[in-house]
């Protein structure tokens, strides 16, 4: 069993940057790939990223390349979501979830764990 709370959620205009985390329970968090999902307003929960087990390996939303990175630090059982250049339409509910067999996949339905989500508005 895993459990995980993100923070650092806010308000920020757009441009700006915001620093996601998300601290995992438990002793094996080094065996789980991590991934962070967004869901706004109206729309079903998407993906953003993905890191492996290890750290060496990431995946990316198209939508998102190039703007947020993904890291992990397994000696603290954390994972970050470094979001630089915000936009508008990055406002969402975002949550970390972690993947027991470590794949990097962009499915929903491959994560077993989910945290309870963080709220993140970008203003105009």
């Known amino acids: 069993q895993v459990q995980l709370v993100e923070s650092g959620g806010g308000l920020v205009q757009a441009g700006a940057s915001l620093r996601l985390s998300c601290a995992a329970s438990g002793r094996t968090f080094g065996a789980y790939a991590m991934g962070w999902f967004r869901q706004a307003p109206g729309k079903e929960r998407e993906f953003v990223t993905a890191?492996?087990?290890?750290?060496?390996?990431?995946k990316y939303a198209d939508s998102v390349k190039g703007r947020f990175t993904i890291s992990r630090d397994n000696a603290k059982n954390t994972v970050y979501l470094q979001m630089d250049s915000l936009k508008v339409e990055d406002t969402a509910v975002y949550y970390c979830?972690?993947?027991?067999?470590?794949?990097?996949?962009?499915?929903?339905?491959?994560?077993?764990?989910w945290g309870q989500g963080t709220q993140v508005t970008v203003s105009s």
């Open positions: 979830a972690a993947n027991r067999w470590g794949t990097l996949t962009d499915v929903t339905n491959d994560y077993d764990y």
């Open positions: 890191i492996i087990r290890s750290g060496t390996s990431t």
